[in-house]
């Protein structure tokens, strides 16, 4: 059984790198794949709720917005009512002018009725804007909110979460799917009321003035009708396929961006292009069935709305030669076909903002629902400083219950033993320190610190007795002094200067532009890669701790600082008990203890001299690396 290939990301209480699996990790292809992307989503209506009830607290926000909304809208629906009594009048005046029995024009009752127009348009203006003011305040609460709930969900999610997701997708929900629901928050929900208010409102407008030219109006809607439903149908889909595939493209740029030397070393630029031109093949034709069906219905509406005023003006006409309606009526009803057919476009419009989001708010409670590690609050503190011994007692792990890489670990590491675990690559070395760290729980055994069971402390406690140093360093867009305070966030600038001096980088610091307040960028690419696993080590010396675990920590770093990180490290390591993960096995000749380990099992284990002496597995191991490695032994 063999360990299966890791690569290192970031953990918080750690402060180092930790290795990921591979074979765990879903890939990118298969992320794409054709099934993935069709799936409908599981539970449509589930997700409303779910969304309803999180907007609960800011329930009197969302009231006093569509309150607004329906007035804004009700006031914009008298007036082609009034507009038609000024027209009304003004032909009537026409007619009595020219037959000599009135004045050509009511001038005092066209202007009182103008005067409430007025008034109307303001009120309703005014009760938009509170409205919409309302609704964007309440979506920066909201997408506020969701963003620091999934934040802090990041930090309670076991490590397993992160190997079997592409970062791109998890970040994908936290910023597009986040904000899709906050788009429709602060647009399309008050959008949504103010259609159906208008709806109701005109519906009510158009049968106050004529039952008969309503009927006629509203042929038109059996069709709009059945059109909405087809729309929405595909539409959730096509929504929901479109977020995901944005969250694949995001995957794909955000691996090919961190990789990028990588992928220019190896000649790999075709095969990137390659992925993302997929991805994006399939975002696109997702992106375009999506598009398609919300800007379709307007155009639809607009075109059977089209054919409902051609009835409503042969209707009205004939109504007003037998003078049993006004032309002022007419011409509201009018207005009021044309009124009534826009918000129909704009709800199924809105609909199908409504289906997108959600579609994102599932994404996004899928993620708020997912397991947690083991809760531990009602777990006491433990002491501050332990004295280091470690046992391994039956220990038994496996990535998955039907891969086990660990059978029957057992070992016992006495406080202030430098321990050297060696063995070919896949033996599960590095599953042995993740285990320490406890970023996975155990399927047997138990591990000891100091007689006390590692699953009785919390994850910060045990993690806080733990300093690593990896080959890959993690450095952060902070000044250099930030970046070496890490994880000790109390110590002060004199004790971050004292360990850059240990680490030997104190010198080259001063020659920096800023010195120890220089920012390093994103990427660290203002560095280089020696200074960066400096600046790691100067973080573990200042954390001070009490078990010190070290995976190459000198590979990229040069000859001659080698030599002196190499002596500072024999210093750090007096007194602590130390792990010591080794590739070239002539670093770790001096280690009071070697365990060797093979598909899971520690084979051997003894001094380095006594394993030579044993002329077994480890033998061989640090026999050819001089044969074959070309090493010498000095």
């Given at each position: 059984m063999s360990e299966r290939n890791e690569h290192e990301h970031t953990h918080d209480d750690s402060h180092v790198t930790q290795e990921t699996s591979h074979t765990e990790q879903k890939n990118y292809s298969d992320m794409m794949g054709g099934e993935g992307l069709a799936a409908k989503a599981k539970d449509p209506m589930k997700a409303?709720?779910?969304?309803?009830?999180?907007?609960?607290?800011?329930?009197?926000?969302?009231?006093?917005?569509?309150?607004?909304?329906?007035?804004?809208?009700?006031?914009?629906?008298?007036?082609?009512?009034?507009?038609?009594?000024?027209?009304?009048?003004?032909?009537?005046?026409?007619?009595?002018?020219?037959?000599?029995?009135?004045?050509?024009?009511?001038?005092?009752?066209?202007?009182?009725?103008?005067?409430?127009?007025?008034?109307?348009?303001?009120?309703?203006?005014?009760?938009?804007?509170?409205?919409?003011?309302?609704?964007?305040?309440?979506?920066?609460?909201?997408?506020?909110?969701?963003?620091?709930?999934?934040?802090?969900?990041?930090?309670?999610?076991?490590?397993?979460?992160?190997?079997?997701?592409?970062?791109?997708?998890?970040?994908?929900?936290?910023?597009?799917?986040?904000?899709?629901?906050?788009?429709?928050?602060?647009?399309?929900?008050?959008?949504?009321?103010?259609?159906?208010?208008?709806?109701?409102?005109?519906?009510?407008?158009?049968?106050?003035?004529?039952?008969?030219?309503?009927?006629?109006?509203?042929?038109?809607?059996?069709?709009?009708?059945?059109?909405?439903?087809?729309?929405?149908?595909?539409?959730?889909?096509y929504y929901g396929t479109q977020q995901e595939a944005?969250?694949?493209?995001?995957?794909?740029?955000?691996?090919?961006?961190?990789?990028?030397?990588?992928?220019?070393?190896y000649s790999g630029e075709a095969d990137a292009e390659e992925k993302f031109v997929a991805a994006n093949n399939k975002l696109r034709a997702a992106a375009w069935k999506a598009d398609f069906m919300t800007n379709i219905v307007e155009p639809i509406f607009t075109f059977v709305g089209n054919l409902g005023y051609v009835l409503v003006c042969v209707l009205g006409g004939y109504l007003v030669v037998q003078r049993a309606i006004t032309i002022g009526d007419v011409q509201a009803f009018i207005q009021y076909?044309?009124?009534?057919?826009?918000?129909?476009?704009?709800?199924?419009?809105?609909?199908?903002?409504?289906?997108?989001?959600?579609?994102?708010?599932?994404?996004?409670?899928?993620?708020?629902?997912?397991?947690?590690?083991?809760?531990?609050?009602?777990?006491a503190p433990h002491k501050e400083r332990y004295e280091g011994a470690v046992t391994f007692q039956n220990v038994r792990f496996g990535y998955s219950p039907d891969k086990i890489i660990l059978n029957d670990f057992s070992a016992e590491i006495a406080a202030g033993q430098t321990v050297a675990i060696v063995g070919p690559t896949g033996a599960g070395k590095t599953t042995v320190v993740k285990l320490l760290m406890r970023f996975y729980e155990l399927n047997g055994g138990r591990i000891l610190i100091d007689g006390t069971d590692a699953a009785d402390f919390t994850r910060k406690d045990l993690r806080n007795v733990f300093g690593m140093v990896l080959q890959d360093t993690w450095i952060y867009n902070a000044s250099i002094m930030e970046n070496i305070r890490y994880g000790s966030p109390h110590a002060t600038d004199e004790q971050v200067v004292a360990a850059a001096k240990a680490a030997h980088c104190h010198s080259f610091i001063r020659t920096l532009p800023g010195g120890?307040?220089?920012?390093?960028?994103?990427?660290?690419?203002?560095?280089?890669?020696?200074?960066?696993?400096?600046?790691?080590?100067?973080?573990?010396?200042?954390?001070?701790?009490?078990?010190?675990?070290?995976?190459?920590?000198?590979?990229?770093?040069?000859?001659?600082?080698?030599?002196?990180?190499?002596?500072?490290?024999?210093?750090?390591?007096?007194?602590?008990?130390?792990?010591?993960?080794?590739?070239?096995?002539?670093?770790?000749?001096?280690?009071?203890?070697?365990?060797?380990?093979?598909?899971?099992?520690?084979?051997?284990?003894?001094?380095?001299?006594?394993?030579?002496?044993?002329?077994?597995?480890?033998?061989?191991?640090?026999?050819?690396?001089?044969?074959?490695?070309?090493?010498?032994?000095?």
């Open positions: 409303l709720k779910k969304l309803v009830a999180y907007l609960a607290p800011y329930k009197t926000e969302l009231i006093i917005s569509l309150v607004f909304a329906i007035f804004s809208a009700a006031f914009a629906v008298i007036g082609p009512r009034l507009m038609g009594r000024v027209t009304t009048a003004l032909v009537d005046g026409i007619v009595a002018y020219w037959a000599g029995t009135g004045l050509l024009t009511n001038f005092p009752y066209m202007m009182t009725i103008t005067w409430w127009l007025i008034a109307l348009y303001i009120v309703s203006a005014l009760c938009n804007l509170v409205q919409e003011l309302v609704l964007s305040k309440l979506s920066m609460k909201v997408t506020f909110k969701l963003r620091g709930e999934i934040s802090e969900k990041m930090h309670r999610l076991p490590i397993n979460y992160y190997d079997s997701r592409s970062q791109g997708e998890i970040l994908s929900r936290v910023t597009n799917d986040v904000d899709v629901i906050s788009q429709t928050l602060s647009q399309n929900l008050s959008q949504l009321a103010r259609s159906i208010t208008t709806i109701v409102g005109v519906l009510a407008m158009m049968i106050w003035i004529s039952p008969l030219m309503t009927l006629a109006a509203l042929l038109v809607i059996p069709p709009s009708m059945m059109i909405m439903m087809v729309v929405l149908k595909r539409s959730y889909v944005l969250g694949a493209v995001s995957g794909i740029v955000e691996e090919t961006f961190s990789g990028h030397n990588i992928v220019m070393a076909v044309q009124t009534f057919t826009q918000p129909l476009g704009e709800l199924g419009a809105s609909s199908n903002m409504m289906q997108n989001t959600i579609a994102a708010s599932e994404r996004v409670f899928e993620f708020l629902e997912e397991e947690e590690e083991e809760d531990e609050t009602g777990k120890y307040n220089m920012i390093l960028n994103e990427e660290a690419s203002n560095i280089s890669q020696g200074q960066k696993q400096l600046f790691t080590i100067a973080r573990v010396i200042l954390r001070n701790p009490s078990i010190l675990i070290l995976d190459e920590a000198t590979s990229s770093i040069d000859t001659r600082t080698e030599i002196l990180i190499q002596r500072t490290m024999k210093e750090l390591m007096q007194g602590r008990t130390s792990f010591v993960i080794a590739h070239r096995l002539s670093t770790i000749r001096d280690a009071d203890l070697i365990l060797v380990m093979k598909d899971g099992d520690i084979i051997e284990k003894g001094s380095h001299s006594q394993l030579l002496t044993q002329q077994g597995f480890y033998a061989d191991l640090y026999n050819s690396q001089f044969t074959e490695g070309g090493e010498h032994e000095e």
